[in-house]
């Protein structure tokens, strides 16, 4: 039975990833190839300039992550911290699953420097903040696009619904940090009721319980860097505002600050949408045409914008398997040594839906 589910599991991650390339296929041939190269030629030597900003955002990814481990990390280089950085980046790249997979991968290559709860905990942290400024630079997208596109009726009732919604998120959440709410906890155990979710929840529990204690006592143990690693993540989001306005620019877009934050704020909503897409390919590519449309910038441009960011993520991610290579660490295994025993943890397929946490005893 478990083999069955394992097994539709990839099958149905393939089907999309299929239909995601024939969608990327599709866009590309009926926009016209040479119509697309030209756009690519114009962006240019902004290309270098946006694997650069890439690069930097890598580093800035890495120090924030830095800042959420709370054990002594003077033995931990940052040319390692970098390079691990850059191979969970590039695993990453697969989608939800793979995001998951690839801090599996991280804490397995620093195994020897990090102790596993730590860096359990450092991923939690990590990822909870990213989420967080995530959904403020989307709120701040979708209130500027609600201001200043030209939206139908319909589309301006789904866009404040949904800011409302992740409004109301942010602020439950700011609220749950301030007075120690386990909210993800109690959500999971209201949800574990369902009959036909039962086990599932229940095999997750534990390490929902604990990355959110993690998250929800890192504020007050450690407030300088929780504000780091808070401000770093913001900082990465600019970044990447940063990235859509100067590919713009380049291909002579006439577009205001305002609207490149406007269009990486929406594409984080596309982003949410194809998750369930390996890569999110073609899903990610026609959102940004449509997104671009809705301001007034042709859809070729929101094509070559999407495709000049796929090869910036394809350089960082080509450079991610080289340190993978050059580090030759065992995936997959970690051995645990304690006080008269030794066993070994596996971490799970990223396919759980959960963060990759084992237990000794």
């Known amino acids: 039975m478990l083999e069955l589910q394992v097994v539709s599991r990839i099958s149905l991650r393939f ?4 239909l995601g390339l024939g969608l990327l296929a599709y866009l590309v041939f009926r926009t016209g190839p040479s119509v697309v190269w030209k756009q690519v030629q114009a962006v240019g030597w902004g290309l270098a300039l946006i694997i650069v900003l890439g690069g930097f955002s890598q580093l ?5 992550w830095r800042q959420a481990l709370t054990c002594d990390i003077s033995g ?5 911290s970098v390079c691990t950085q850059l191979v969970s980046d590039a695993v990453g ?12 991968i991280r804490l397995s290559l620093l195994s020897s420097r990090v102790p596993l709860a730590s860096g359990i905990s450092a991923c939690a942290i990590d990822g909870g903040l990213h989420t967080l400024t995530a959904s403020v630079v989307t709120i701040l ?30 602020a ?9 709410w386990p909210l993800m906890g109690n959500t999971a155990r209201a949800i574990g009721r369902l009959r036909w979710l039962h086990k599932w929840v229940r095999d997750k529990q534990s390490t929902i319980d604990s990355a959110e204690q993690n998250l929800l006592t890192f504020p007050r143990e450690a407030p300088k860097a929780f504000w780091a690693s808070l401000m770093l993540n913001l900082l990465w989001h600019a970044l990447a505002v940063l990235e859509v306005y100067v590919v713009l620019r380049f291909m002579g877009a006439s577009i205001a600050p305002i609207g490149a934050i406007v269009l990486e704020g929406l594409t984080k909503v596309i982003n949410l949408l194809g998750a369930l897409n390996p890569g999110n390919l073609g899903t990610y590519e026609g959102g940004n045409m449509l997104i671009a449309k809705m301001f007034g910038v042709p859809g070729t441009a929101g094509l070559t914008l999407a495709l000049c960011r796929r090869t910036r993520a394809a350089f960082w991610a080509g450079v ?11 995936i997959g295994q970690i051995k645990i040594r304690g006080e008269g025993h030794e066993k070994d943890l596996f971490f799970p397929h990223a396919s759980s839906g959960g963060a990759a946490v084992g237990h000794s005893d």
């Open 141 to 170: 997208g979708i209130i500027a696009a609600l201001l200043l596109a030209p939206l139908s009726g319909g589309w301006r009732v789904h866009g404040l619904l949904l800011a409302a919604a992740l409004l109301a998120v942010v």
């Open 76 to 80: 931990l280089s940052w040319s390692r």
């Open 93 to 104: 790249q697969l989608g939800v699953a793979g995001k998951l997979l690839g801090d599996g």
């Open 320 to 330: 991610g398997a080289m340190c993978m290579i050059v580090m030759k660490k065992p």
């Open 15 to 18: 089907f999309a990833a299929v």
């Open 172 to 180: 439950l959440a700011a609220v749950a940090v301030t007075n120690g």
């Open 60 to 64: 800035v990814k890495t120090w924030a």
